[in-house]
Each structure stands twice: as structure tokens, then as C-alpha cells.
């Protein structure tokens, strides 16, 4: 039998334009994080933490790196002989090839993907987010409320509510109204965009929204158009840290967070976040070194001082050197005397002796191969 | 190298390694932060593209079985030749040449020709196409791998080599030459050997020696690269305590020999605003709040705040109390030393404390 009773399907297409140069070469979802691992392994790990063995990922924008990642899904235990995680770019059909258009029609495209397992119910999510989450607690509210679409949402700042898809419900969670960055929002419930959708509930709005031609977007399209159906539409609640990495900024910040208690631990064991294993040597932490309040992944070698920052793996900090308010990517040198702060240092980087990067404050800088040296390095005086 | 079969029996007499060998064999000793022995001679071989590789395990070898799996963190889940273990409690006697002999089908059926014998737990990162190379192009029986030695040390066995790589004689006399039970061998000669003397001996290794100058041609090469044998508690503590040293690390972890290991799915090492560490091996999954010095750490070990290590070597989840202190000290898997207290080892004797041990009084 290969029914199914719930199929994830992950957004992992996007391109993350306000990522910059993070994203030139690589999609979004495939950005390092956390010292070890790429955004993706979140929503990856939940799913296999959460029991569920059926995972299509939707690829498009620079798919190389993403899908060498993710593989058969080993590292997460979804390489299955019956489900299992499944790769889903866009492909060319009798009348000819379509690329995604959206989150919608990249699900509409795949409809026979879907059907192979029969599922009851559809579990959309996104490569895009950090956050820790039991889905199969949010199914059983589902079945619960009877609903035909339970979306996730969690509280977000009052002053960030502009930024978010803002969902208005009573006081049993029904929604009521959906706004999509609102100047003046009524609640300040965000969408995380986890959706879980009856899936025959879903395929008729698929097929319907596919004929009208709109924009093929959850959030613009299938949310309103069933919320106009009086469909009924149910938010679940989620309490614990989750966070939408779009921007340098929030990536940094995300990041950082790891150090500072503020609800994402990664050394939980009852749900470890898996990744693929860069398989390093242990990190070496020298005679002189300082590592206060930071991360240090493997194969990594520390000579000089490191202060509130993540170091991914591969990363040699030498003699003299100050890393401070940092996040350096993997296969990364840093050398003598130089002082970094306030910084995401990209992959591969070769950062030269007795240089100053980065400021006490303002934007969090980039530094990446496309780097204008003279620019962004400041020789420091002594 | 894919014309190779590799074989590690790694299932040595080492009594000097107790308590570490209480529940596991030698070769699932940890060692160096993330690794087993085991691993070392592994990799080399995946390294030197041997893609068959058998491992005969005898007592003991619940934990070497759940490290190795299927094989696949050394690439080694193949289809077409792969991993294989063979472990029957029959060879109590740990006689190899009786192991050699059961084994005898899986080496026909194999399409290699020749085979690579391994009979230690050696610490290393070996290239092994140098000694195929050698073995294949001489007349050579039996192609022995060697290192140069001190005289008197007796850590690896006397063999002595003339200039054209002849072995004139092994275990008979102190020389600078020591055997690192490392033999590269045709396999039809093997299974010959195997055949014709399991009767008589009980070691492949004493085949080869007491058969040297009658039927069977035995030349040397030498491994000039890093070795070690670990078969005592102290040479555990010293070899692990020497990879501090950046050149010594270096010859082992290469950076294009890459050694494999288990993965373990740990984060990586957290370390807090109270902690300070000094020229320290630590592996993923650590948090560290108090002080580590001269030490290595292994996955998932928690330092509590002000404790203080020195001299030390840490296994797998240890959880360090705070204010507790340990200097020279070998703390296998899953101990807990209470809060406060004090624990030293000697430089001649670390002290050992055995896996998941609570240790310590309860001083405040």
C-alpha cells in the first residue's frame, strides 16, 4: 500500500532576493546557518521528527547546490523505499515546459505527485524558516476543528506587522480575515506559511485558481478565494521561537540567537536538527585563544579571540585576531591581527592579515567574493 | 586498488587497554575526540580505493557492530563488494588463522586478487597504493609493511630488512625495523596458506615467519609516514595528549585523507560567556561553561560552570559538575562527576574512571 495519510510538500524554489550575494549562486532555502547546517535542515528535520516519511521538495532558482544537498534525503532518514523525499523541479510537458509561477501552481503542477499516495491531507511548508515544530499536533487540531485548512501562525512585534501575512480570527481561531502586510493590522497574528490542507479541499481550488490565472500564490489566491467560499479556515497557535530569515539582517540576527536563550536550542536531543555531516577532524582551540558566548563547528581552528559569534566548520581564526558580533561561513581563513565585527563572512573567504571589517553599528555587512577589498577592509593603524 | 580485498582483524590481546576494553573490543576504543580505532585503518583503506573490505570481530563486539552499521559512513553500503563482518564466538581462541579459514568461501567468491591483511589497531593515515605497487611489480609471496623503530622498543615486532627489501628475519632479535602486522598477499597464495597450515598454527602471522626462508618470499616496505599502536592505557593517554600538537595532527588528519566516522548529528560546540579553553581538542555537540586545558573533549560532553579540566581526556555525554576539578584524568562514556569535587591522575598513571560512573562525594 502506498497511501499515505499526510504528504509535506516543501517551497524550496524561492530565490531570496533580499539575501543579495548569498543568493547569487545558491537558492535560499541551502544558505548556511547555524554553524553547521543549511535553512532547509529545519523544516527537513521537523518533518522527520513529526513521523512524516513523504516529502516533496519544489526546487527552481539555482537548484545545483540544493539538490546535491539533499540527495535520496539520507541524513534526514527520508530515503525511503515507499515515500521518501523527492526532488520536484519544473519539467517540460506534451504542450510544452512552464516554470513555477507560484506557490500554488508550483503544488497544481505536481498534483500527480501528490495523488500516487492518496494522502487525506497536505502539508505545505517552506525551506525558508527556522523553527522547531511538531506537525502532528497540528493535524490533530485540524482534525479537531474539522477545518478544510489549518494555518499556522505565531505573535510577531506590533511594528514588524507590515511585513507579515496577518491572519484576523475569533475568539475560537476561526479566521476571519486575511491581510497581507497590513498598514493597519488588527491582530498581529502572523501566517509562518504552514499550511495543512484536505488535500481534495485543496486540488479543487488547485484546478480552479489554475483556469483564472492569477498570480498562483497561497497567501493571494487560495487563502482569500476559500475565505470567500466561507470555507472554514482554522489558525493553530504555535508557541516557541520561529523566525523568517529574508534578510541579511535577520539571518545575522537569527543566527545569533542560537547564543542568546531566546528559545532555540540545538542541543535538544528529543529533536535534533540533521544535516549532512561535513564529516571534520575536532576543532582545535589554541594556547591563546578567548571563545566566549559563541559556536564553533568542526575541523575548526582558533588562535585568536572569538566573542559573541558562530563559526561554521572549517573556519581558522588566527593569532591576534578579534571576531566579535560575527557570522563566518565555512572553509573560511581569517588572518593575523585583523579585527571583524558586526559581519556575515561568506563561504571560502580568505580574509587577510591586519585588516579592520565591519562597524561597532549600522547594517550588518556582507563580505563575499564580490567584495570590493578597498572598500569593505579598513587597514587597521597598527 | 580495487583489484584489493582488505581485511581487518582487529582482535587483539590488549590487556593493558582495561577498563576502556571492559565492554567493548580494542577497535571500538574512542579516541581523538569523534573517532574509534577502528576507523583509522578504515579509512585508510576506503582512502587507497579498497572497496571489499572484511572485518572479523570476535567478543565484545556489540559496540564495533553499532559503530560500523552497514557501513555506510565509510561509503562501504555497496551492492557489488561493501562491508562485511564476520563474528562468531566460536574463535575464542582468537586463533585468526581459524577465522581466516571460515571465511574461506567469501574470499573465493570475491573478484579480487589480491588481499591486504591488517592485524593491529594502529593509529595512522596509511596510503596503501605505495605497498600494492611494490608487492605487484616484485616477486615477492608476502609484501610486509614496516616502520623504522627505536632498538629497544617493543611496541611493534623486531623484523629485520636488507637494502632489497628482503625480510632476513622477524621477531628474533632487537632491530630498528618494527612489523606493523600490515601484509599484502595474492589471494590464490593465501587461501594456499590457509589451507595447508590451519592445522598447525593458529596466526597467519606465524605462517609467514616460520615459512620465510622455506616457500614462501617475503619482502618489506617501509611506511615512513605517522604510526602508532595504542595497547596500554598510558600509550592511550600519551598518543591522544600528542595530537595537541599541530604537526603530529596534521600527519593523522591529512586534508585529503579524510579519516571516517560515525556521524552523530551533534551541533556544534557551544561555548559561554564563563568559559575559557587553552590548546584543546573538542569535538561537536560540547557545551562548555567552565575552563579546559591541555584536554580532549569528546561529542556532547557538558562542562559546568567552573569546573576545571586539565591534562584530561573526556568520552562521549560526560557531564562535569561545577567547581569539580580533574587534572590527568581518563573519563570514559557517560560519567557524571558530581559539583565540587577533585580527581587526579599522575603522569605516570592517569586515572581511568570506567563508562557511566558517578564519581565524586558530596562536598559543598
Not at chain 1, 506587522?161 to 484576523?168: Q, V
Not at chain 1, 556575515?344 to 550588518?364: F, L, R
Not at chain 2, 570475491?110 to 593491529?120: A, G, K, M, R, T
Request: proline share 4%; net charge neutral.
Amino acid at each position: 500500500m502506498n497511501r499515505k495519510e499526510m504528504v509535506a510538500m516543501l517551497l524550496a524554489g524561492g530565490e531570496g532576493s533580499r539575501l543579495g550575494n548569498l543568493t547569487k549562486w545558491i537558492a535560499k532555502p541551502a544558505v548556511p546557518f547555524g554553524g553547521k547546517y543549511r535553512i532547509i535542515d529545519f523544516t527537513l528535520s521537523n518533518c522527520s521528527n513529526s513521523g512524516i516519511d513523504t516529502v516533496g521538495v519544489l526546487t527552481q532558482y539555482q537548484p545545483l547546490i540544493l539538490h546535491s544537498y539533499l540527495g535520496v534525503g539520507t541524513p534526514w532518514d527520508l530515503n525511503r523505499k515507499r515515500g521518501g523525499l523527492k526532488i520536484l523541479p519544473p519539467f517540460v510537458q506534451k504542450e510544452g515546459g512552464r516554470w513555477y509561477k507560484g506557490t500554488a501552481n508550483a503544488i497544481y503542477e505536481n498534483i500527480t505527485f501528490i495523488e500516487q499516495y492518496d494522502p487525506e491531507y497536505v502539508l505545505i511548508i517552506s525551506g525558508d524558516h527556522i523553527y522547531k515544530m511538531d506537525y502532528t499536533k497540528m493535524l490533530d487540531s485540524h482534525k479537531k476543528n474539522n477545518a478544510d485548512v489549518t494555518i499556522s501562525v505565531t505573535p510577531v512585534p506590533w511594528e514588524e506587522t507590515s511585513r507579515f501575512g496577518i491572519m484576523n480570527t475569533d475568539e475560537n481561531l476561526k479566521i476571519q480575515e486575511f491581510e497581507e502586510k497590513p498598514t493597519n493590522p488588527k491582530s498581529n497574528l502572523a501566517s509562518m506559511g504552514v499550511y495543512i490542507f484536505n488535500w481534495h479541499t485543496l486540488k479543487r481550488y488547485l484546478l480552479d485558481n489554475e483556469k483564472k490565472t492569477l498570480s498562483n500564490d497561497f497567501g493571494k489566491d487560495i487563502i482569500p478565494a476559500m475565505l470567500k467560499d466561507h470555507c472554514s479556515l482554522q489558525a493553530y497557535p504555535f508557541e516557541g521561537y520561529w523566525k523568517d530569515v529574508g534578510t541579511i539582517d535577520s539571518l545575522w540576527q537569527a543566527n545569533l540567537d542560537l547564543l542568546d536563550d531566546v528559545g532555540l536550542n540545538l542541543h535538544e536531543c528529543n529533536w535534533r536538527i540533521r544535516s549532512v555531516e561535513p564529516n571534520m577532524p575536532p576543532q582545535y582551540i589554541g594556547s591563546d585563544a578567548i571563545v566566549r558566548n559563541s559556536m564553533v563547528g568542526e575541523g575548526s581552528t582558533v588562535m585568536g579571540e572569538i566573542n559573541h559569534s558562530i563559526l561554521f566548520y572549517d573556519v581558522q581564526v588566527n593569532s591576534g585576531s578579534l571576531v566579535e558580533d560575527a557570522i563566518v561561513m565555512p572553509h573560511t581563513k581569517i588572518g593575523k591581527n585583523t579585527t571583524i565585527r558586526r559581519c556575515i563572512i561568506g563561504e571560502g573567504m580568505i580574509i587577510p592579515d591586519g585588516v579592520t571589517i565591519g562597524n561597532k553599528e549600522g547594517p550588518i555587512q556582507l563580505i563575499d567574493q564580490s567584495t570590493n577589498p578597498e572598500q569593505a577592509y579598513n587597514s587597521s593603524a597598527n | 586498488m580495487n583489484n584489493v580485498l582488505g581485511i581487518l582483524h582487529v582482535d587483539e590481546k590488549t590487556q593493558g587497554l582495561h577498563p576502556l576494553t571492559k565492554h567493548r573490543c580494542t577497535a571500538s576504543v574512542p579516541f581523538a575526540s569523534r573517532y574509534r580505532m577502528i576507523d583509522f585503518m578504515l579509512s585508510s583503506m576506503v582512502n587507497s580505493n579498497i572497496q571489499n573490505i572484511a572485518v572479523f570481530t570476535t567478543l565484545n563486539n556489540r559496540s564495533l557492530l553499532d559503530h560500523l552499521g552497514d557501513g555506510k559512513d565509510w561509503d562501504l553500503d555497496r551492492k557489488q563488494d561493501g562491508l562485511f563482518t564476520f563474528s562468531t564466538n566460536h574463535f575464542k581462541e582468537s586463533s585468526n588463522l581459524k577465522a581466516l579459514q571460515s571465511a574461506i568461501d567469501y574470499l573465493e567468491k570475491s573478484s579480487q586478487e589480491y588481499v591486504l591483511i591488517c592485524l593491529s589497531n594502529l593509529v595512522t593515515n596509511i596510503d596503501f597504493r605505495p605497498l600494492y605497487n611494490q608487492h605487484v611489480k616484485s616477486d615477492a609471496d608476502v609484501t610486509v609493511m614496516c616502520t623504522a623503530k627505536e632498538h629497544n622498543d617493543t611496541l611493534f615486532t623486531n623484523i629485520e630488512m636488507d637494502d632489497f627489501q628482503n625480510i632476513m628475519d622477524i621477531d628474533r632479535k632487537q632491530s630498528n625495523m618494527g612489523s606493523l602486522d600490515i601484509y599484502m598477499i595474492s589471494k590464490s597464495k593465501l587461501i594456499d596458506l590457509i589451507s595447508t597450515h590451519a592445522f598447525k598454527y593458529r596466526y597467519i602471522q606465524d605462517v609467514i615467519r616460520h615459512n620465510m626462508n622455506k616457500n614462501i618470499k617475503v619482502k618489506g616496505f617501509k611506511y615512513e609516514g605517522y604510526v602508532t599502536k595504542i595497547n596500554t592505557i598510558k600509550r592511550y593517554y600519551d598518543s591522544s595528549i600528542d595530537l595537541l600538537d599541530p604537526t603530529k595532527f596534521k600527519q593523522l588528519f591529512k586534508d585529503n585523507n579524510e579519516i571516517y566516522t560515525k556521524l552523530k548529528d551533534e551541533p556544534p560546540t557551544t561555548f559561554h560567556n564563563t568559559s575559557s579553553i587553552k590548546n584543546s581538542l573538542i569535538a561537536n555537540g560540547c557545551i562548555v561553561e567552565g575552563h579546559v586545558e591541555n584536554s580532549i573533549l569528546f561529542r556532547g560532553v557538558h562542562v559546568n560552570k567552573g569546573a576545571v579540566i586539565k591534562n584530561s581526556i573526556v568520552m562521549q555525554k560526560c557531564m562535569i559538575g561545577e567547581y569539580a576539578q580533574l587534572d590527568r584524568m581518563i573519563l570514559d562514556k557517560e560519567v557524571n562527576v558530581l559539583p565540587n569535587d577533585r580527581f587526579l591522575g599522575t603522569e605516570k598513571k592517569p586515572r581511568v574512571v570506567p563508562k557511566k560512573k558517578t564519581i565524586g562525594t558530596f562536598v559543598i
